[in-house]
């Protein structure tokens, strides 16, 4: 195996533990607003990284790389911080709000970090510009949610 594909496969599965901090944190979300529109944004939310996922891990096993199943002791640290952090921070829509808009916007910075690598595949790199451009998308949205309060 080159270390070319494994510091990509590495680089995916780090894209990929954040996915599934992200869609536990939008279901976190929907489950804790009764707010409509809010409840239905976020619900769509956890679901396109539940999708976002799927395709992370299709392309990981296209290079032959193994997919981090989100296990490690890092991440299982990262997510009980997250646990903790919601139950203090997921107490109003304005809160769930902004937690959601700062975390969309880190989301977008790493997925920039990792197109910067010149050595993506240019299957990956479509893959992630697409996924990008949906969370641009989707802050854009929780903008216009904000007015909704």
Partial sequence: MSTYTEVIGEKLNDLLEKTYDAEKGFKKAAENTDHKQLKSFFENKAK???????ELKVEIKTFGQKVDKGDS???KAHRAWMDVKALFSLDSAEAMLEEAIRGEKAAVEEYKEVLEDTSLPSST???LRNQK?????????????????
């Avoid at 451009?133 to 309060?149: F, H, P, Q, S, V």
């Fill in 48 to 54: 396109q990284r539940y999708d976002f996922g799927h």
């Fill in 133 to 149: 451009e949906a969370i641009e998308n989707g802050l854009a949205n929780i903008k216009m949610l904000e007015d909704l309060r």
């Fill in 125 to 127: 790199a479509a893959i």
């Fill in 73 to 75: 002791i890092a991440g």
